[in-house]
């Protein structure tokens, strides 16, 4: 373990330079004027002859803190050298990833970047294009796992008639081959009805990915049929349809720029 000599300042910092310095070996030192080198010199790694130390190298990043590496000389052909900074590198490198996950939690609960800037001031002070920055550089880094064995289906349902008898179509398509999984004919649409079309006709202990119009109940069967295995995903043109009510029959260009923008980020 690195040897830490201590001056009545770093005293109270004993227990977190050693966390710091704990994959270091006995031979080197933290001194008393927050050096960090090797206790004897290395041999220089030009001509072999033993170097002497020859002060340090001071890193720093803004609030943060600074960290003094020691720097050898060899006085036999001159050559200098810098000790290892890996444990500065890394000390900011677990601040920065801490300061990351922090931006990207609130980003996920929607917290604006305004919003962020003002939290952040109470721990690392940074503007919301820097939160910006990190959240996006996070978000291009981050690796998503490749989809395996996931079915796309689309399920829909239509209600013919039969002479005077109202009846009911469900129907499962396969979004990726375009082929039709499953068209029957029912009397009833209730629940029950469309839980065993779905057991059927699906695996039901793979995962799926199932598009469907807007009724509400369609959230319940899947999570009685399928558990946590099913992704349910509401129709972009349902959707958009909905978005149309929401506007007069005789809109302003204004408006219609509105709703341009709403359904082309759909």
């Known amino acids: 373990m690195t040897k830490i000599q201590l001056s009545l300042i770093d005293f109270p910092h004993h227990e977190i330079l050693s966390s710091i310095l704990n994959d270091f070996s006995n031979d080197f030192e933290f001194t008393a004027d927050g050096v960090f080198r090797r206790i004897i010199p290395p041999l220089c790694p030009d001509c072999g002859f033993p170097m002497s130390h020859n ?13 003094n590496i020691g720097r050898y000389l060899c006085r036999a052909c001159g050559k200098s050298v810098e000790e290892d900074r890996t444990f500065w590198n890394n ?37 919301k294009d820097t939160v910006r920055n990190i959240v996006q550089s996070a978000i291009e880094e981050m690796k998503v796992p490749a989809i395996r064995d996931i079915r796309f289906v689309h399920y829909d349902e239509q209600h013919p008639k039969a002479g005077r008898n109202q009846k009911y179509r469900l129907t499962l398509l396969d979004s990726i081959s375009r082929q039709v999984i499953a068209d029957e004919l029912f009397d009833s649409k209730d629940a029950g009805t469309v839980e065993d079309f779905l057991r059927r006709n699906l695996d039901t202990h793979k995962p799926i990915f199932i598009i469907t119009d ?4 369609y959230s319940d069967i899947f999570k009685r049929v399928f558990g946590n295995k099913a992704t349910h995903q509401l129709c972009l043109l349902h959707l958009n349809k909905l978005i149309v009510r929401d506007f007069p029959r005789k809109t302003s260009i204004e408006q219609e720029l509105v709703l341009c923008n709403i359904i082309s980020a759909n």
Do not use: V
Request: include cysteine; glycine fraction near 8%; charge should be positive.
């Open 55 to 67: 002060g340090f190298n001071t890193y720093r990043k803004r609030i943060l803190g600074e960290a």
């Open 91 to 127: 000390l900011k490198a677990g601040f920065f990833d801490i300061i990351t996950e922090i931006c990207l939690r609130l980003r996920l609960n929607h917290a604006s970047y305004e919003l962020i800037e003002q939290i952040m001031s109470f721990i690392y002070p940074c503007d």
């Open 214 to 217: 807007l009724y509400r109940g």
